[in-house]
Structures are given as C-alpha cells and as structure tokens.
C-alpha cells in the first residue's frame, strides 16, 4: 500500500491539519501505532475533523504522532502542518480510535 506521511513530536492540544487536493483517508497515530501499520498489522487510529479539503485532529496526549495520507487510484498532494490549540475544537469527537485490519 501506498501512503504519504509526516512525522511530529507534540504537546496534547496541538492539531494537526492536513490540506488534500482530492478525496483521501487521513489517518492520525502514535509511532507505535504507526510502526504496526507500516508491516502491514492491525493498528488503531484517530480521524480528524474534516472541512472542505482540510482534515483538522487536536491531539488527546502528548507523544510522537504520524498524520497519514492513503494513496488512492489518483495522484494525491497533501500539506501538514503543526498548529497550537485551537478555542472551540471539539475532542470529544476525536477521542474515540477506529481499529483497522491492514
């Protein structure tokens, strides 16, 4: 499988954003996770907040954090950037992991 990552070491509170040119699963996980899914294991996972063509994840605890970008039957160009806490952005809908067999 194909994907796109980007690796930050972050405070609980920071979000993430992803900005994507087309439609694309966006996934976002400790490195240990990460580690998991990259042999091809079961992992857990985050989603983040999606608007328009920006998925936004404020981080639940501090850690190592990988915002992972599958590739799909396109060409898929992603931005990532760390930002500081975000006033209103909702945790409680990112506090729950989705697991995944890969």
């Not at 920006?54 to 039957?73: C, K, Q, S, T, Y």
């Not at 950037?81 to 006033?87: G, I």
Request: one cysteine or more.
């Amino acid at each position: 499988m194909k994907f796109l990552y980007r690796k930050y070491p972050a405070k609980r509170h920071e979000v993430i954003e992803v900005e994507l040119n087309a439609p694309a699963k966006v996934k976002f996980m400790t490195a240990k996770e990460f580690k998991h899914y990259g042999a091809g294991r079961t992992h857990t996972y985050f989603k983040g907040k999606e608007e328009d063509n920006m998925i936004r994840f404020a981080l639940p605890f501090d850690g190592i954090w990988h915002a992972v970008v599958e590739n799909g039957p396109g060409t898929i160009r992603a931005t990532c950037k760390l930002r500081a806490p975000q006033p209103g952005l909702e945790l409680q809908a990112q506090a729950s992991p989705e697991n995944m067999e890969a």
